[in-house]
């Protein structure tokens, strides 16, 4: 008889976790398991990539009357008496416009605020997965029954006191937390130091043959243009160092480089960007294309892949450039050092813009240590699908 599985993450809106899940999903032995997929957002562009054997669970009812303009879930609202719902989103948009919050309190307002009115999954599983921290775990240790739990983190995971109080009732609830590097576990040790034997390490699963064929599948830039091309993808947030990367491309273009600068990803400093960009004349310079649910193209054409991150969990997007031959040059964030060999495959730079510029201008102008790189990128192993290996052992 098939093990039951239900995986639980925010939506498949392309970052990494969700990258990730999409691989691992790809793995699985559906022989041997069933699998549910829980999402709290729908009508992103990876579930285009969800295999076929993969049940997507419909959306949860707060799930769809939150996608509703606050007009018409007022209406519903008096319609179907439904006022409970109503003031739980209230209670949360009142609470969120007070003052800029981490992602860690945001998720805390958002579970105090609303999962009175979230309903419980009826389904018995044998695993259940929550692949992402925050809202994801709330609702797995919460509002699912499984013989079996385990919670994902895929950043390097910070808490102050207030926060690591709420949420280690939530842990308390799950067999194991697995960490997507050993940096992510340190930090995640920092605010539990009690968890040591709880946490398992397993790396963010990614395929070369699968990004390999990706990459060949579709074309990427279609703007003739035939100077430096430089790339980073990720979501438009702080976390990503979006600000440093704009000072960056300032810099850039004031020492004459010929290059572009493009941007794959989407998120709540878009405007922000968009301002700054127009401001410093930068249009012609950094190029933000949006999202797409295959960026390998992207990857593939691009002649220096740039990383310039505050914190990451592991770093996907620089493993998945390095599968496909790419120099990268990256900041110093906490997991750079579990694939970047600083000088090797790609150049590991101080976390601040005069250092990114530096180290973009040394592969541009120095072909031969660029070269090396890239020689040095063809004969590294590639991906790390024997992880999947660590996920059947996890889960028995």
Excluded at 67 to 75: E, G, P, Q, T, V
Excluded at 117 to 144: C, H, L, M, R, W
Excluded at 315 to 335: C, Y
Excluded at 345 to 358: K, P, S, T
């Amino acid at each position: 008889m098939k093990k039951s599985l239900l995986f639980v993450i925010d939506s498949l809106v392309g970052a990494g976790a969700e990258k990730s899940l999409i691989t691992l999903l790809s793995q699985l032995d559906y022989k041997k398991y069933s699998v549910d997929l829980m999402l709290f957002a729908h009508g992103e562009l990876l579930e285009e990539l969800v295999p076929k054997e993969v049940t997507m669970l419909r959306p949860l009812r707060y799930t769809d009357f939150s996608r509703l303009s606050f007009k018409n879930a007022f209406i519903y609202s008096l319609r179907k008496l439904e006022l409970k719902m109503l003031i739980s989103r209230l209670k949360y948009s009142i609470k969120i416009r007070v003052k800029k919050y981490s992602n860690a309190q945001k998720a805390r307002l958002y579970w105090e605020s609303v999962s009175a009115v979230i309903e419980e999954n009826p389904k018995q599983y044998d695993i259940a997965i929550s692949y992402a921290q925050g809202v994801p775990t709330f609702y797995t240790a919460e509002k699912v029954n499984a013989k079996r739990k385990f919670a994902w983190v895929n950043v390097s995971y910070r808490l102050n006191s207030k926060e690591a109080n709420f949420q280690r009732k939530f842990y308390e609830q799950f067999e194991k937390i697995i960490a997507v590097s050993d940096s992510a576990k340190e930090v995640l040790l920092e605010t539990f130091p009690d968890y040591n034997n709880k946490i398992k390490i397993i790396y963010d699963i990614n395929d070369p043959c699968f990004i390999s064929n990706m990459a060949n599948l579709a074309e990427g830039y279609k703007d003739n243009f035939d100077g430096i091309r430089i790339l980073t993808i990720g979501r438009l947030a702080s976390q990503k160092g979006y600000d440093i990367a704009l000072r960056a491309c300032k810099r850039l273009k004031e020492k004459g480089a010929k290059f572009k600068w493009y941007v794959l990803g989407k998120g709540p400093l878009l405007k922000e960007m968009q301002r700054y960009i127009r401001e410093n004349n930068l249009s012609e310079y950094f190029v933000l294309l949006g999202v797409t649910a295959n960026p390998y193209p992207f990857i593939k054409d691009c002649d220096i892949y740039v990383q310039t991150s505050r914190f990451e969990g592991f770093g996907l997007a620089i493993a998945e450039a390095r599968m496909l031959n790419i120099p990268v040059v990256t900041t110093r964030f906490d997991a750079v050092y579990n694939q970047m060999i600083d000088g090797k495959n790609g150049l590991v730079v101080d976390m601040n813009d005069a250092a990114i510029c530096e180290g973009i201008l040394k592969l541009i102008h120095n072909k031969e240590l660029r070269q090396k790189i890239v020689c040095y990128l063809q004969q590294e192993k590639k991906g790390n699908i024997d992880e999947i290996n660590k996920f059947y052992e996890l889960i028995g």
